[in-house]
């Protein structure tokens, strides 16, 4: 295997002999194992501090990590390599070279299943600086947004990366920021806030012309609200822990990887899911939890505990594709220059639901249909959901609920237990219709919508976020 080599550093008090390999940086030190940081977990390199006074100081090389610890979360480490060598001169041109050098290679766009290349390879080649656009939303959750991205901003610097940040400062800016947004001039927007911001993104961009292109941009998701279902299941499914340095390592070290979308519509309106439509108890708890907002993300355990006082039922008809053998084969969107992705399994509004499809009607105590596999960080509603499956997942309990029953799923909610209940159907489906009274409280990721019937249709890997999973071929 083929490395670049050098032995004019130090460890501590040791020589050290650095090769960039692959796989890592590899750093050997005399009757000690070599120490190797894989380039996944690197963010950069660069020039540290004068390690002296006067004409004997020089720069040493700083080599960024961010690594998982025993526990399983990322704490960001510098590996410090001094000068092993008498002519400062020199050690200066060799640490220029290994910033580069490392910078090459923690690049996440480089193919790391490509040759090592030479060292003239690497210098001839060094990585374009990435521009990210940071949008934050400082009024999400209990207030914290700023401070959350304050904690993990440095490691967009680390990375090489530059930013630009817009804090938003009225209703729907978010939306507008999405709708005008220059996709050539950034290559990621950050969004910092909760799963109602993402959600703001999306209909931006699905409101352009160029909404194909658009709807495909890559998101970095740094959770900041009162639920972060999207940032959970993304972590996830990387198997990261749900934290500002895990989401942020994601963003900066990950590449864009795709995301179901679904449209929801009904007579008069369009919009599009990235999340979950509820109905009945989760939806009214969603919207009257509104009021317990100071509580942050227990703000739905306060509003549980309320609507148990007074459980009832909710009449309405679920009608749905039933999912079948074959729907592991089920096709990827397209982009076309069409003003809107093409709804291909939904029956036309006010027609009756194919002959084939299944339905449920009459009294039911939950409804919660999810894109992805959670509704916050302690909310494991779907399983066996995948970030692109092509499918929605929906939690059905039919008629009257007991507080026993309410009590069994609430409990096993966050390790997804829930669905064991002998009460629990988990439904799956790429397209169903929902139709209630128009009185009726529903949410759409997290934003209310009135009664009456709406329809649902999955549009597979539509969208991109950042992660460190391997997009398919």
């Not at 990950?254 to 995301?259: E, S």
């Not at 309405?316 to 729907?327: M, N």
């Not at 939950?366 to 779907?382: E, G, K, L, P, Q």
């Not at 209630?436 to 976020?465: I, N, S, Y």
């Amino acid at each position: 295997m083929s490395v670049i080599s050098c032995s004019a550093f130090r460890l501590g008090r040791q020589d050290a002999a650095v090769s960039a390999t692959s796989v890592g940086l590899k750093v050997a030190v005399d009757k000690k194992p070599a120490l190797v940081y894989r380039w996944a977990d690197v963010l950069g390199a660069s020039a540290g501090l004068d390690e002296g006074i006067g004409a004997t100081s020089s720069m040493p090389l700083v080599v960024h990590v961010l690594e998982k610890t025993k526990g399983g979360k990322r704490k960001l480490r510098d590996v410090v390599l001094t000068s092993a060598a008498a002519d400062n001169g020199i050690h200066q041109m060799e640490v220029d070279k290994w910033v580069r050098i490392v910078q090459y290679f923690a690049d996440p766009r480089r193919d790391a299943n490509a040759p090592c290349p030479t060292l003239d390879e690497v210098m001839q080649h060094s990585p374009r600086q990435r521009t990210f656009l940071v949008l934050i939303n400082p009024a999400g959750g209990s207030g914290k947004a700023e401070k959350i991205y304050d904690k993990v901003e440095s490691f967009l610097v680390l990375a090489n990366v530059r930013v630009e940040k817009i804090v938003t400062e009225r209703p729907h800016h978010a939306l507008d920021v999405a709708e005008h947004l220059d996709l050539v001039k950034y290559d990621c927007l950050v969004i910092v806030g909760g799963d109602g911001l993402v959600y703001e993104v999306v209909q931006g961009f699905m409101k352009r012309l160029d909404w194909a292109a658009a709807i495909q941009f890559p998101l970095g998701i740094l959770p900041a609200g009162s639920g972060n279902g999207l940032a959970k299941s993304i972590c996830e499914a990387a198997g990261e822990i749900s934290s500002p340095e895990s989401c942020m390592y994601l963003s900066v070290k990950g590449r864009p990887v795709p995301l179901d979308v679904a449209t929801l519509r009904n007579a008069s309106t369009t919009c599009y899911l990235v999340l979950s439509l509820t109905w009945g108890f989760m939806a009214e708890i969603d919207y009257e939890s509104e009021k317990y907002r100071f509580f942050g993300g227990q703000r739905f355990v306060v509003g549980t505990l309320v609507k148990l006082l007074a459980p009832k039922t909710w009449n309405g008809t679920f009608s749905y594709l039933e999912s079948t053998a074959d729907d592991a084969d089920v096709p990827r969107f397209q982009a076309s220059d069409s003003p809107a992705p093409e709804l291909s399994v939904l029956p036309p509004l006010g027609t009756p639901v194919p002959p084939k499809w299944k339905t449920i009607e009459g009294p039911m105590s939950m409804f919660w249909a999810m894109n992805v596999s959670h509704a916050s960080t302690d909310a494991h509603i779907a399983p066996p959901a995948r970030l692109d499956d092509g499918f929605f997942h929906v939690v059905v309990m039919e008629g009257k609920a007991s507080r026993g029953d309410y009590a069994g799923v609430m409990l096993g909610l966050e390790k997804g237990q829930h669905v064991d209940q002998p009460a629990v159907q988990l439904i799956k489906t790429r397209a169903f219709q929902l139709q209630t009274p128009d009185e009726h409280v529903l949410m759409a990721d997290g934003e209310r919508c009135d009664g009456g019937t709406w329809q649902v249709e999955v549009h597979r890997g539509m969208a991109r976020v950042m992660s460190v999973m391997a997009s398919p071929p």
